[in-house]
């Protein structure tokens, strides 16, 4: 147990949390690449990020639909020997997660099917997997991307 301490002190401290939420939202508009908002000050909403620690915490859900595209600034989340889901959910939406740390756990990101989706920081797994792609950390567990609401032809 004190490893997975040390290691989630030494992951948070170096991904996501040092960084001011400005920076972050200009991150992750950098890796959208073509994207509809103002590079130099965006405008942006906010969703409190999460803890889950053996089971025990809240899962983050965004369920608000704009009818324009919206710029989502998700704070921090961190789970630890937990099975964890966010879902990300206005169609509208470009979420940008500032930072996401996953030890010994499962999470599954749910996503609106026209929803856009990156993080702010680098990408680092060890002994797991991560289909996201997209940046946080995994360590010993495993993250995976699922899209829902996608219409079936």
Partial sequence: MKIIILLLTLFTNS???AESDL???KNCLQKFEKHPFDSKSPEFRTVKGGVKILGFG???VDRKKSDSVELILVKPAVSVIAKTTYKFLNPNGWYCMKAKVNVISNTTIELDCATRFTT???SVTVLGQDETSKGGVTIIGKTQIKRVNCKKN
């Fill in 120 to 122: 702010s920081d680098g």
């Fill in 23 to 25: 920076d972050a939202v």
């Fill in 15 to 17: 991904y996501g949390y």
């Fill in 58 to 60: 809240s899962n983050i």
